[in-house]
């Protein structure tokens, strides 16, 4: 049977329990390490001196900003999801930040699937909150995985239509990680 799920609890620990860094190198998690550790050391020493001028320091909520541009940067959350095996033609690294997916500094998605959705309605509704307007581009991709997927997807595109976002829907890990692939491939280019 698989673990109890609330609000707090990630796409892998509610579906599979997986080894997060099972698919990494010694490398690539020192690397992780030294970015996050940056990235907090430039959280708390902009909150820590109050005479600092604000518009050379960086504000939290846009550390996406100091990300690397070549990169497909993955939230931390999304470990153990199954459409990160299927990502093969953009580099990507786990960074810890609000959306699931950051493409640019202007362009991120959150990923959903319906069966969580089904499990969990609010979810979507938090993170959306958590996002506020930090983007220009925001998507939902929404990995339909359930039968009756009509009244929730109802929801979802009006939900989507109210706060500006994108939706995106897979019918196979495989679909969806090509999406991922191609909206970071194609990031600043003409279409």
Sequence with gaps: PPPPVNESTTFSQAFCDTDPDAQFGEEERAQQIIFEENLASAMNSSNDDPTRNSKTDVNPRDHHKMLQPHMLHVSTRQRGNPILAHIRNVPYQFSTMVPDYIFAP?????????????????????????????????????????????????????????????????????????????????????A
């Design 106 to 190: 202007t362009r991120s998605a959150l990923f959903l699937s319906l069966r969580y959705h089904n499990l969990h309605p609010n979810y979507i509704h938090r993170r959306i909150a958590e996002l506020k307007s930090d983007f220009e581009y925001r998507m939902l991709l929404c990995y339909v995985d359930i039968d009756d997927s009509t009244s929730p997807l109802l929801v979802l595109n009006e939900l989507c239509v109210q706060n500006n976002f994108t939706l995106m829907l897979a019918w196979s890990e495989e679909e969806a990680a090509r999406y991922l692939e191609t909206v970071k491939a194609f990031d600043g280019k003409d």
